[in-house]
């Protein structure tokens, strides 16, 4: 019976948000063995298929491949195989193969210790003389493997279909099972309950699994030895690493005084949690903190520990770190400890909306910790959830309940909302379903109908969410201690906060004036948005009411007509959509009512400053900065945003700036290099790229 470890020290977190240890979560898009329905299913497929059998002058590009092939038919026919002699030569390696029966042989003769009980365990051993023989040759310089003698011929029956998977040779514990099996170990499940709740989540029939229960008892004890032998080694390397881990903040600290970090001890003063952030992170939040999004989806299979990150959203859509820590459990005492220690780090300002996880211990956390903060749970990593808790018992109607899953989240409507999803878990049958029962009493912090009130930024796109995801990634993509992770982060954190966004040229794509106007005052990214909003605001029609309000409707459809409140004295706009509360930007109803009042220009309230142009971060090393000193780079900094706004009114503005731009910096930048060295050196807040 084989199996294999898990070769990656980050894995994502299966334990389920239900609380139920009989329930994990399988990540879509996770790297998993096939199931045991679908090896099935290739099995049948390859047994009802001809199968040529062995013969001499067979050739094999390698000796695997020959293994390879000969176990393929004896699993067809009845019996398995082993590997028993090979030779070697100095001149060619190994050059004779034999691969036999594993009936093949008699098992050698045993004395019995004298005074003790010893099982006479009967060999299945029987001198059967089924055979492949392999020779290798050198053909035009290429190796080749010949059959030099075969035969097939036992001297024992052959077993049946449903017998032969059970040969100790085709039995194998795959990895995502061994993980399942463990858990479920730690849970306290005995042996044959964790057969039994295997074969309830793969939806086989009972024996069926391709591994038998003692293998599973085998399996639990071996890695029990082996957790128990090592656990010594273990304790001691993540103390180590801790410790060393800390020792890098201090060192990073005394570097860059902007540098933040703060850990907590146990009671035997070891580093139990631990956090930090980077001085451009704590400035890119001075800006953007509105937003912030926690991620807490990895752990560490080797410290035993949970990874968290804190990110936002800049005014190019681009993602920001913020901070990391490190905390030794899920428990609602270490997540509030990473949420006091977050906003501590931010100099005390908590974001208006942070986004997270299913995670009721870090919702319960926010709840006292972030109180006037409100909690979003992010619908990705419930969609990500879908499939483990629903395929199995909806079976073929699994894709269809997704879909009107998908559809009920985009509803704008809370009492349409909730009588929708009753009607869906009426006709699914999942009214005793706990996930459904879950996911329906939290549905004010995932739904769009009720939080589409609240300011997430685009945040909730899947998009972003998968910039998020690519961030994680790229620091976990190699078996590191925790100081080269931590490393690893700060590299990562830097490329980021130093990636330019280039202010790109967008074209109109109507004669609007307010079109034009907005694209001179929102970034690139924000424009697009806009843009997007008010090319379809010409595809709505609007009546006015007897209040004075509006009722906006797509010139084609029946259903979907918003309300906007217009309030000319104070120019104030609402909208039923609620858009500009969820985003920032202008929904194309109230676009269409502007452009219905002859508005050339969106009122400055409707351009946040967190999209404007001029909340671009420019990063630079502010750390010997002092009062009065910066005039002139100030000035600079104006005087350069004066420029990006007025050259990309035009693409023949923007063509020339670029052009004749470069060409000035370098000039500048040469004769700067010719200058003489001078021996008095300037403060190095002069330089606006320091």
């Known amino acids: 019976m084989n199996s294999a470890a898990s070769k990656s020290i980050w894995y994502k977190r299966q334990q389920c948000p239900c609380g139920d240890w009989k329930c994990y979560i399988t990540h879509e898009g996770d790297v998993e063995e096939p199931s045991t329905a679908s090896q099935l299913a290739k099995y049948n497929t390859m047994s009802t298929e001809a199968m040529v059998a062995p013969y001499v002058g067979m050739v094999f590009k390698s000796d695997e491949d020959a293994f390879e092939y000969y176990g393929n038919f004896a699993r067809k026919n009845g019996f398995s195989i082993r590997k028993e002699r090979s030779r070697l030569s100095p001149q060619l390696g190994v050059y004779k193969r034999d691969f036999v029966c594993y009936r093949s042989g008699f098992a050698p003769a045993r004395k019995k210790p004298t005074g003790e009980h010893h099982r006479d365990r009967k060999s299945v051993r029987c001198g059967c003389d089924a055979k492949m023989y392999l020779s290798k040759e050198v053909v035009d310089g290429v190796s080749q493997w010949f059959v030099v003698q075969f035969s097939n011929v036992h001297n024992h029956e052959l077993l049946e279909d449903d017998q032969v998977r059970l040969l100790p040779a085709y039995r194998k514990i795959h990895e995502v099972d061994q993980e399942r099996i463990l858990l479920l170990s730690k849970a306290g499940f005995p042996t044959h309950?964790?057969?039994?709740?295997?074969?309830?989540?793969?939806?086989?029939?009972?024996?069926?699994?391709?591994?038998?229960?003692?293998?599973?008892?085998?399996?639990?004890?071996?890695?029990?030895?082996?957790?128990?032998?090592?656990?010594?080694?273990?304790?001691?390397?993540?103390?180590?690493?801790?410790?060393?881990?800390?020792?890098?903040?201090?060192?990073?600290?005394?570097?860059?005084?902007n540098f933040v970090y703060d850990f907590t001890v146990d009671e035997s003063d070891k580093v139990e949690n631990i956090a930090w952030s980077y001085g451009e992170s704590v400035h890119a939040y001075n800006v953007f903190s509105d937003v912030v999004y926690f991620d807490t989806t990895y752990r560490s299979i080797t410290y035993g520990?949970?990874?968290?990150?804190?990110?936002?959203?800049?005014?190019?859509?681009?993602?920001?770190?913020?901070?990391?820590?490190?905390?030794?459990?899920?428990?609602?005492?270490?997540?509030?400890?990473?949420?006091?220690?977050?906003?501590?780090?931010?100099?005390?300002?908590?974001?208006?909306?942070?986004?997270?996880?299913?995670?009721?211990?870090?919702?319960?956390?926010?709840?006292?910790?972030?109180?006037?903060?409100?909690?979003?749970?992010?619908?990705?990593?419930?969609?990500?959830?879908?499939?483990?808790?629903?395929?199995?018992?909806?079976?073929?109607?699994?894709?269809?309940?997704?879909?009107?899953?998908?559809?009920?989240?985009?509803?704008?409507?809370?009492?349409?909302?909730?009588?929708?999803?009753?009607?869906?878990?009426?006709?699914?049958?999942?009214?005793?379903?706990?996930?459904?029962?879950?996911?329906?009493?939290?549905?004010?912090?995932?739904?769009?109908?009720?939080?589409?009130?609240?300011?997430?930024?685009?945040?909730t796109t899947e998009l972003y969410a998968k910039s998020v995801d690519a961030f994680l990634k790229?620091?976990?993509?190699?078996?590191?201690?925790?100081?080269?992770?931590?490393?690893?982060?700060?590299?990562?954190?830097?490329?980021?906060?130093?990636?330019?966004?280039?202010?790109?040229?967008?074209?109109?794509?109507?004669?609007?004036?307010?079109?034009?106007?907005?694209?001179?005052?929102?970034?690139?990214f924000a424009f697009r948005a806009l843009q997007h909003e008010v090319v379809l605001a010409m595809q709505y029609a609007a009546s006015e009411m007897s209040t004075g309000s509006y009722l906006v409707r797509h010139f084609s459809k029946m259903e979907g007509e918003r309300l906007v409140i217009w309030i000319p004295e104070e120019e104030q706009i609402h909208c039923s959509c609620k858009e500009f509360e969820f985003s920032g930007i202008l929904c194309r109803h109230a676009l269409?009512?502007?452009?219905?009042?002859?508005?050339?220009q969106l009122?400055?309230?409707?351009?946040?400053?967190?999209?404007?142009?001029?909340?671009?971060?420019?990063?630079?090393?502010?750390?010997?900065?002092?009062?009065?000193?910066?005039?002139?780079?100030?000035?600079?900094?104006?005087?350069?945003?004066?420029?990006?706004?007025?050259?990309?009114?035009?693409?023949?503005?923007?063509?020339?700036?670029?052009?004749?731009?470069?060409?000035?910096?370098?000039?500048?930048l040469n004769e700067v290099r010719g200058m003489p060295p001078s021996e008095e050196v300037m403060d190095s807040t002069l330089s606006p790229t320091s």
């Open 193 to 257: 309950r964790i057969v039994k709740v295997l074969e309830m989540e793969k939806g086989i029939q009972g024996g069926q699994l391709p591994f038998l229960e003692r293998d599973v008892r085998n399996f639990i004890q071996n890695r029990k030895r082996v957790v128990q032998e090592n656990d010594a080694l273990l304790s001691e390397k993540r103390e180590n690493d801790t410790t060393e881990l800390l020792e890098a903040c201090k060192t990073t600290k005394e570097a860059d005084e």
């Open 305 to 459: 520990m949970l990874f968290g990150a804190w990110f936002g959203i800049d005014n190019h859509g681009k993602t920001i770190f913020f901070g990391c820590v490190l905390l030794q459990d899920e428990t609602h005492r270490s997540f509030a400890w990473a949420l006091q220690t977050f906003v501590q780090f931010m100099k005390g300002r908590p974001p208006q909306a942070i986004i997270t996880d299913l995670d009721p211990g870090l919702r319960d956390a926010i709840g006292s910790e972030l109180p006037t903060t409100k909690h979003v749970i992010s619908v990705w990593n419930i969609l990500a959830k879908l499939s483990s808790w629903f395929s199995l018992p909806l079976g073929l109607q699994y894709v269809e309940f997704k879909s009107e899953f998908e559809a009920l989240y985009c509803l704008e409507v809370p009492d349409e909302f909730d009588l929708r999803w009753n009607e869906m878990v009426s006709r699914f049958g999942l009214s005793s379903d706990k996930h459904i029962t879950l996911l329906f009493s939290l549905r004010a912090s995932w739904a769009l109908a009720f939080i589409r009130g609240y300011f997430l930024a685009r945040t």
């Open 474 to 524: 790229g620091i976990f993509n190699a078996q590191t201690c925790l100081r080269s992770f931590f490393e690893q982060v700060g590299v990562s954190s830097n490329f980021q906060s130093h990636e330019f966004e280039e202010m790109q040229y967008v074209h109109s794509k109507t004669c609007i004036p307010i079109e034009e106007h907005a694209r001179s005052t929102l970034t690139p």
């Open 592 to 600: 269409r009512i502007l452009v219905m009042k002859n508005y050339f």
């Open 603 to 668: 009122p400055e309230k409707y351009f946040l400053s967190r999209w404007r142009r001029e909340s671009t971060l420019i990063p630079y090393d502010d750390r010997n900065t002092q009062n009065g000193d910066d005039e002139w780079l100030q000035e600079f900094h104006s005087l350069t945003a004066t420029l990006f706004t007025e050259s990309s009114m035009t693409k023949e503005r923007s063509d020339y700036v670029h052009r004749e731009l470069t060409k000035e910096i370098t000039r500048l």
